[in-house]
């Protein structure tokens, strides 16, 4: 069997830049505020039906689809972190209670949004244009390639927000420790939130991206999720450096499990690889690069 290996690469690379905005957001919330956050992938349903509206009744307009769905995933991620964080941070069993706190929101607006907008799915327009390009023996579409640069350029500016800015500094102080970041003047609640905004933005963007490809639905998060949950455990819950490293190699496994055995048996091989990993490394990725270090 003939596998064409540009278009593997292109495909795991595309894959890889999208599920990392994702897992990057959630190890950014774990590691800051301790929560594992269950409604991202209401974040990210919600913020597919922001681009859409914005399509519908403003305009078809590339960037302001783009646009449209950052933000609403922003302002989506600032309520779940007012409702699943500020009233929980400081009571006891504060993990479990945001566990169930984020998994009731997801639930409740997958709901909502069968109930407002229906079953049928929507489509976005296509926001990089409807031009493919030949690169060696593969025929690449601009979604593709879009897909790959905005997801690098925003996940480098996000990293290099992270280091330069006042409140990337505060962000990565609670990540270290919080208690700590307290004592010398952070406010948590206000980090907490930017944290949830800059993290509901990335998955806005990933949203828009992975919608030039299927489609907005009600449900449309549960997978994302699923495999933003494998990425961030695979890399190490909290390690960025690991996260990114984890979408990579989970784009490629899945860009060569969809060739070869087909895209039914994609989050098989997913989970089996992530089960190899923590097998070995029972921190992921993350366990790994320190182990090297060492």
Not at 111 to 135: D, M
């Amino acid at each position: 069997m003939h596998i064409d290996l540009t278009y593997v690469a292109l495909t795991a690379v595309s894959l890889a830049s999208i599920y990392g905005l994702l897992a990057l957001g959630i190890s950014i919330i774990w590691s800051s505020l301790g929560m594992i956050n269950m409604a991202h992938g209401f974040t990210f349903a919600m913020a597919g039906y922001g681009a859409w509206l914005a399509a519908q009744y403003l305009a078809p307009n590339g960037i302001l689809v783009v646009a449209a769905g950052i933000l609403t995933g922003a302002l989506v991620g600032m309520l779940i972190g007012a409702i699943a964080f500020l009233p929980l941070y400081d009571k006891p069993n504060y993990p479990l209670r945001s566990l169930i706190a984020t998994l009731a929101i997801s639930l409740l607006g997958s709901q909502f949004l069968l109930w407002v907008f229906g079953p049928r799915v929507k489509a976005l327009p296509k926001v990089f244009g409807q031009e493919s390009f030949h690169l060696g023996s593969a025929v690449v579409s601009a979604d593709k390639l879009g897909a790959i640069g905005s997801s690098v350029l925003v996940m480098l500016v996000t990293l290099i927000w992270a280091k330069r800015s006042r409140r990337g500094l505060e962000i990565r102080a609670m990540m270290q420790n919080p208690e700590g970041a307290a004592l010398v003047g952070v406010d948590l609640r206000t980090t907490a939130m930017a944290v949830m905004a800059v993290t509901g933005a990335l998955a806005g963007l990933a949203s828009v991206l992975l919608a030039q490809t299927y489609y907005v639905s009600p449900y449309a998060g549960i997978t994302p999720l699923l495999k933003g949950m494998i990425v961030a455990l695979a890399g190490g819950l909290g390690s960025i450096q690991g996260a990114l490293i984890a979408a990579i190699l989970i784009g490629t496994v899945e860009a060569l499990t969809a060739v070869l055995l087909g895209g039914s048996y994609v989050l098989i091989t997913q989970f089996g690889f992530i089960i190899a990993i923590l097998l070995i490394r029972p921190r992921g990725i993350a366990g790994m690069l320190e182990h090297t270090r060492e």
